[in-house]
């Protein structure tokens, strides 16, 4: 947070440390001291969720890649080997794989979270785009990784996904060879895709810590979309934020291990235990759930450019999105008519999923090019007028007032949610 620091290193070590490299006082003002709304609720810990998912997935990824051989002669079966000999290794490789799923279905909510509360307005801009570029990361990055098994969806997934540049004007056919290393996806593309496999997480972790420096700039938003104004609204990071943050990682891992331990192939395709064919095409070629909105997309146009054109389209469009919401109230909360086509947006983008997932033939066509329309729709043309029309309902004066009420303790929690608000006045928060 940019305001003054709150850390008081006490014994002679603290105090020589403080004077040379101040580690523990950036770690103490940004997760001990830290002030946070405090009015925040679960879709707020998906955040603190995503960085140790980041975290275990480099940890086990790391483990994998000691075993792993990547040569297309030998990939798959020392995917096997991981499986079988390894110690361990069914596990190592079931949370990667698993997790993979997992982080994006954090990402999911964590991004729709910031559509419905407006956490990418003024001043928050930046950090949404370094969210974005997160974004763009992590699908380049679970594309390649899927490739690494050496499966049959792993080969015909790369196949489909890079052959998509042949539909660059001019020079498509080149960039397609130049990606692959040579006239087919093989060894070679498989030997980058596992370099680049591995380098990308450590790009991510780096946005990342932008991401969160930009994050402790402007402060959280809270459900009321209403600024901190006083020490009254915050609460300090610890113990709040880290208890409710532990507890939602809790549960979120039980999930994680039920997935693990029960279903660990339920996400996957059946035919990436089949090793890579170049002469047998499998007959329905699908990416994992994750991409499937992405991939509707794309075939919903009978042209391959426009397909591309369109599918990187629907993520740019967010890069957009801060300037494109004209509304300058931030929460959907108060916001009638944008609450309801946020959800439309929502049940569009399932839609677009379970679409993806089907052939691209008859009404599926038509229905993706529907949701499609709609998808651009909501965010070019939807948004800029709602912000216009729309007339917002009244909003709390301040989070404080949306907590306990108007004169500070007629809510009926008002005595449980004193003893905080009192916590809260540090110095440390926001004046
Ligand atoms: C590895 C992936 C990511 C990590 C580790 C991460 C981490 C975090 C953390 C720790 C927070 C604060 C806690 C919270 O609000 O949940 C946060 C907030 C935020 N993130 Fe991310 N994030 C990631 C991806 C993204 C993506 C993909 C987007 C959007 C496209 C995004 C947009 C935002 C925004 C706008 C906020 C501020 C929310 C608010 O205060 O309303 N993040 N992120």
Redesign the pocket.
């Known amino acids: 947070m940019s305001g003054p620091s709150s850390y008081n290193p006490q014994t002679g070590i603290e105090k020589w440390i403080d004077a040379r490299l101040p580690l523990p006082r950036l770690m103490y003002d940004s997760f001990v001291s830290y002030p946070v709304p405090r009015n925040?609720n679960y879709?707020?810990?998906?955040?603190?969720?995503?960085?140790v998912?980041?975290i275990a997935q480099i940890l086990t990824g790391v483990v994998l890649a000691m075993h792993y051989t990547a040569n297309a002669e030998m990939a798959f079966a020392s995917t096997e080997h991981i499986m079988r000999n390894v110690n361990y290794g069914w596990l190592l490789r079931y949370m990667h794989g698993v997790g993979g799923s997992m982080?994006f279905l954090?990402?999911y909510i964590?991004?729709f979270?910031?559509l419905y509360?407006?956490?990418?307005k003024d001043p928050?801009e930046i950090?949404?785009?370094?969210?974005?570029?997160?974004?763009l990361l992590?699908m380049a990055t679970a594309f390649m990784g899927y490739v690494l098994p050496w499966g049959q969806m792993s080969f015909w997934a790369a196949t489909v996904i890079t052959s998509l540049f042949s539909a660059i004007p001019l020079i498509g056919d080149s960039v397609v060879t130049w990606l692959w290393g040579g006239f087919a996806v093989d060894d070679p593309t498989l030997n980058r895709f596992f370099s680049l496999h591995y380098l990308l997480p450590f790009m991510?972790f780096g946005?990342?810590v932008l991401?969160?420096w930009a994050?402790h700039m402007?402060?959280?938003?809270?459900p009321t979309g209403v600024e901190v104004k006083s020490g009254q609204d915050t609460v300090p990071f610890t113990p709040y934020a880290t208890i409710k943050?532990t507890f939602a990682m809790v549960v979120f891992f039980v999930v994680f291990a039920y997935f693990v331990f029960y279903q660990p192939n339920y996400l996957g395709h059946p035919d990436n235990y089949i090793e890579a064919d170049p002469l047998v095409t499998p007959a329905h070629i699908v990416p994992e759930w994750y991409f499937l909105p992405y991939y509707a997309i794309l075939r919903a146009v009978p042209s391959k450019l426009g397909g591309v054109v369109l599918m990187f389209g629907s993520i740019l469009v967010?890069f957009l999105l801060p300037w494109l919401d004209t509304s300058k109230v931030k929460s959907a909360v108060y916001r009638p008519l944008y609450r309801q086509f946020f959800w439309i947006l929502v049940a569009v983008c399932i839609v677009l999923g379970w679409l993806g997932s089907k052939p691209p033939e008859g009404g599926y066509v038509w229905a993706a090019r529907f949701a499609t329309a709609w998808y651009f729709f909501h965010f070019l043309i939807l948004l800029p007028l709602l912000g216009l029309f729309e007339t917002p309902t009244p909003r709390p004066a301040s989070i404080t007032e949306s907590v306990l009420g108007e004169d500070g303790d007629t809510h009926p929690d008002a005595g449980a949610e004193t003893q905080p608000a009192g916590a809260a006045a540090s110095p440390q928060s926001k004046g």
């Open positions: 925040l879709t707020y810990t998906f955040g603190g969720i995503l960085s998912m980041l982080f954090a990402v964590h991004l979270r910031g509360y407006g956490s990418y928050r950090l949404w785009i370094l969210g974005v570029i997160i974004f992590m991510i946005v990342v991401h969160v994050l402007t402060g959280q938003t809270n943050d967010l």
